[in-house]
């Protein structure tokens, strides 16, 4: 019997996966990867005689019995999952049943798209004075979100947020946004479009204009829309990096 990995894919651009889960790529005899929104030049990295499959016309029965099936026969699997497996992913339940069939796995983690976006716009999620908190989160759509997680409770932080999988809704995403008074139709917000893809694209504007800017650019999936003043121009200065501030690796030259 062999194990199951489940690899993070990263963001998109092939360069992006990380070393182990390269290796883990390279070693496998089956692979699973989410072909809707891997990027398929990572199947370049595969061997020759690997056996490949796409979970987009897959569902979780086929999934797990090429999974167990492969793995009870000795086989190393990687389940190949599109940025970080654990954003999203849908991997519990593909873990539960591995454990239920006594089948050992690990999971490579994956540069999510929510750092691809951040670093494609250059910007920083958590900055003093201005948020310390970061919310990773989608509105309801077919998949039910839990009544004390909406968006328009969410939003009553002001913090710093990353919407997933809500593109599609983006006149219904603003209203939600707007409605507790958290942010303010002036708030910055940006719209990373396939995040570090050769057609990335991404635009900034404010929350009173998020869904005409997106119907103008036709962005309507495959998006992450980000909200918060973090976007802005200000805030405070690093404290760790203060010369008058001590750490336990430099004496600053502040009052004493």
């Keep these: 019997m062999s194990k199951v990995y489940f690899v993070g894919a990263g963001s998109g651009a092939p360069d992006l996966i990380t070393v182990r889960g390269q290796r883990l790529l390279s070693e496998a005899d089956v692979v699973i990867y989410a072909g809707s929104l891997v990027n398929k030049e990572l199947l370049e990295n595969a061997k020759a005689d690997c056996e490949i499959h796409n979970s987009a016309y897959m569902d979780l029965g086929q999934i797990m019995e090429v999974m167990i099936s492969a793995a009870l026969k000795g086989k190393t699997v990687v389940r190949l999952h599109t940025g970080d497996p654990s954003i999203y992913g849908a991997v519990r339940e593909q873990i539960d049943r591995l454990a239920e069939a006594g089948i050992e796995y690990e999971i490579c983690p994956g540069v999510s798209s929510f750092c691809a976006a951040a670093a494609a716009l250059g910007k920083e999620y958590t900055l003093p004075e201005v948020s310390q908190t970061v919310i990773l989160t989608r509105m309801q759509g077919r998949t039910a979100v839990p009544e004390n997680e909406s968006i328009r409770l969410l939003a009553s932080h002001g913090s710093s947020m990353v919407i997933f999988l809500s ?7 603003q209203q939600e946004l707007l409605a507790s008074g958290g942010y303010s139709e002036d708030t910055p917000c940006a719209v990373v479009y ?7 694209i991404k635009i900034e504007t404010t929350l009173s204009k998020l869904a005409e800017t997106m119907e103008q650019a036709g962005i309507k ?8 003043d973090f976007l802005g121009d200000k805030y405070g200065l690093s404290k760790l990096y203060d010369a008058g501030f001590s750490t336990e690796f430099r004496k600053g030259n502040g009052p004493r």
């Design 167 to 173: 593109a599609s809704m983006a006149d219904k995403l």
């Design 194 to 200: 396939k995040a570090t893809w050769p057609d990335e």
């Design 221 to 228: 999936k495959t998006a992450l829309i980000l909200a918060g």
